[in-house]
């Protein structure tokens, strides 16, 4: 009951971008203090992570959901701070979750139309929220890591880059023709899986040896309007059924080192779901800061129960 005592409660309000679902943590949980995001995520992580599952997690969430932890920001130009989260662990940064998280604070009328900062562990990000629905988000500085990677699958051979746009992916440019991104998603689940296995086996990691915990493949648009159509498989085994932001930077990042994607130029990118982010680059002191516009929705509010004789009080871990 409600009023039980050692009863918790934690208030979320859930929103979709494309089809990706977030859920803002708005109030509940421990006292992560005032210290930088970074470290007030490891908190999280360390002491706390079993409000992660329990707010994410089945029975009262799912492998797609991610959610977004609203904290004070420690920069005084940020509306907030937020550490991003999904089914198995944490995110450094998160292009859907930001659209939902806008949408959200507009919402709860903690901003209006025009341009914020939120504060995030791997840096603080920039978001014009153009009033309804539709939220730019100017990510983190991008780039491609390393390109024409080998590796081995059941299926063949792979290649593809490796590039950071908020967290690691692997995109992959060629597997047999560009037409083989089919609609079965057990098959595009397999595929990617196995992809990610074996870049591990095979010792590629990110920057600082990070997992490339993130598997992109492309193929031809549905739409003529659209440049390409993706498919994302996240960390927890989900596919993003939004274009995915980190990811869309990722791929613009590439665009524009091959020489294929200009300053300010607009691409389209199509999800495996016919959701659509358009992107964009500017460059800054040698930096690739991408631009990614799509429209994210509130669909709900809740205040979830977290009873202590309830077995799985903290969800079911994956």
């Keep these: 009951m409600p009023g039980r005592k050692n009863v918790e409660h934690v208030r979320v309000i859930d ?6 679902p977030t859920r803002v943590v708005v109030s509940g949980g421990p006292d992560l203090g005032t210290g930088p995001l970074a470290e007030r995520r490891d908190l999280l992580r360390d002491k706390y992570d079993g409000y992660r599952s329990a707010v994410v997690n089945e029975p009262r969430g799912s492998d797609v959901l991610v959610g977004a932890w609203l904290c004070e920001p420690t920069d005084p130009s940020c509306v907030a701070g937020v550490i991003f989260f999904n089914n198995v662990g944490y995110l450094g940064m998160c292009g859907h979750g930001t659209m939902g998280v806008a949408v959200t604070l507009a919402h709860l009328g903690r901003i209006g139309p025009g341009i914020h900062k939120l504060e995030t562990p791997v840096g603080v990000v920039e978001f014009e929220y153009e009033g309804g629905n539709r939220v730019a988000v100017e990510n983190v500085p991008s780039y491609r890591y390393r390109n024409d990677i080998g590796v081995k699958v059941p299926i063949g051979h792979i290649i593809g880059d490796v590039a950071w746009g908020g967290n690691w992916f692997f995109l992959v440019r060629a597997i047999t023709e560009p037409d083989q991104l089919g ?12 992809i990610r296995k074996a870049l591990a086996k095979q010792g590629h990691t990110g920057l600082k040896g990070e997992d490339i915990d ?14 390409s159509r993706n498919f994302v498989l996240c960390p927890g085994g989900a596919y993003d059924r939004s274009p995915c932001g980190t990811g869309t930077s990722a791929k613009l990042a590439c665009l524009y080192a ?3 994607l200009k300053e300010g130029e607009i691409y389209r990118q199509e999800s495996i779901i016919g959701s659509v982010f358009e992107g964009s680059v500017r460059v800054v002191d040698g930096q690739i800061i991408p631009r990614i516009v799509g429209s994210a929705y509130v669909t709900g509010e809740a205040l979830l129960i977290l009873n202590p004789d309830d077995p799985f009080r903290l969800g079911i871990p994956r």
């Design 15 to 20: 929103s979709h971008t494309g089809g990706e």
């Design 183 to 194: 609609e079965d998603i057990d098959e595009l689940t397999t595929l990617a899986w196995d």
């Design 258 to 260: 091959d020489g294929k």
């Design 214 to 227: 993130h598997i992109e493949l492309f193929g031809p648009p549905q739409s003529p309007e659209n440049h």
